[in-house]
C-alpha cells in the first residue's frame, strides 16, 4: 500500500488459502486468482510427473516481461486451474491455448474423467496495480528445466524490474479504473450520477475485453473520457485520473486489436 511491489511464481497462486470464510481476500487479488487444481501428465517428463505439453499465447507484446516471446510458443510444465475468471480484473500478459493440451487430459490417468479447465480462457501471467502497489503473477514455472531457458528467465528478469519501478510498464486494469471511481464516489470527489455512469461504461468496456473483442471496448473508453472532460461531474484531480485511466485503458485495447 505504500507503493511496494509483489512479484509471484508458480506456487504463490497455492498460498495463503483458507477456508472459504477466512480466505486472506486482499492477497488473493493481489495475486489475481488461486490455484485449484491442474492435469496429470499422461507418463511424465522426467522430475515432473504432473508436467504436460501445452501451447502459450503472447498478448503483451510491449510489456518488457514479454515483448521477447513469439506470439505462441511451446512449454512443458504444471499448468495450473484457478477459482475465477482471472482476466477482468487483472493485464493478462501471457494465456494459455487450452485447445493445445485439452484432448491429453485426464485425472487419476482416466482419460474417460476429463479435468475441466477454464473454459478457454486461460490467463496464466499477468501484471496489475493494484491496493497502491504493483504485481506481477507468472503461474508458469513449476518445472525445473525452465530456470535453465534464458527466454523464461528474461520473463522473470521483466517482471522483477517492472514491479521495482526499474523499467517502465502499463500495467493498468478494468478494475483498477472501476475501484478508482468508487474510491472518487465515496469520497464525493465524483458526483453519484457520473460514478454510476463511469461504472456502467467500464462495465461495458470490461465485458468486450473479457470476451475478446476489443473494437467494442473503445466507444465505452472514450464516453468515459468524454465524462471526465465535464467538470459538472466532479472534482478536477478526480477527473483527470480518471480521464488518464480511461486513455490508457483505450490505447491498450487498440493495441491488442493491431494484429
Not at 50 to 65: F, K, L, Q
Request: glycine content about 12%; proline content about 4%; hydrophobic content about 40%.
Amino acid at each position: 500500500a505504500a507503493g511496494g511491489g509483489y512479484v509471484g511464481l508458480h506456487g504463490a497462486a497455492d498460498s495463503a488459502r483458507g477456508s472459504l470464510a477466512n480466505q486472506w481476500t486482499f492477497y488473493g487479488n493481489l495475486l489475481g486468482g488461486w490455484f485449484t487444481n491442474h492435469p496429470n501428465g499422461q507418463n511424465g517428463f522426467g522430475h515432473c510427473g504432473s508436467c504436460i505439453p501445452a501451447e502459450v499465447v503472447t498478448e503483451d507484446h510491449d510489456h518488457p516481461a514479454t515483448a521477447h516471446l513469439a506470439p505462441t510458443w511451446p512449454i512443458v510444465d504444471e499448468l495450473y486451474n484457478f477459482d475465477r475468471a482471472v482476466r477482468g480484473d487483472v493485464h493478462t500478459l501471457l494465456s494459455l491455448n487450452e485447445a493445445s493440451y485439452q484432448r491429453s487430459l485426464n485425472s487419476g490417468n482416466a482419460a474417460n474423467v476429463p479435468l475441466t479447465l477454464m473454459g478457454g480462457d486461460h490467463p496464466i501471467a499477468w501484471c496489475q496495480n493494484y491496493g497502491g502497489g504493483k504485481a506481477f503473477s507468472n503461474i508458469l514455472g513449476h518445472a525445473r528445466w525452465l530456470y535453465y531457458d534464458p527466454s523464461f528467465l528474461k520473463i522473470l528478469q521483466g517482471g522483477i524490474e517492472t514491479t521495482a519501478d526499474q523499467a517502465p510498464a502499463y500495467c493498468g486494469s478494468f478494475r483498477e479504473t472501476a475501484l478508482l471511481v468508487s474510491g472518487a464516489a465515496a469520497a464525493g470527489t465524483l458526483s453519484e450520477d457520473a460514478a454510476a455512469t463511469a461504472t456502467a461504461l467500464l462495465q461495458s468496456a470490461r465485458t468486450a475485453y473479457v470476451e475478446k473483442r476489443y473494437t467494442d471496448a473503445i466507444p465505452a473508453l472514450n464516453a468515459v473520457i468524454e465524462l471526465a472532460g465535464d467538470s459538472a461531474s466532479g472534482d478536477a484531480d478526480a477527473l483527470a485520473e480518471l480521464a488518464t485511466q480511461a486513455r490508457d485503458l483505450r490505447e491498450w485495447m487498440q493495441g491488442l486489436n493491431r494484429p
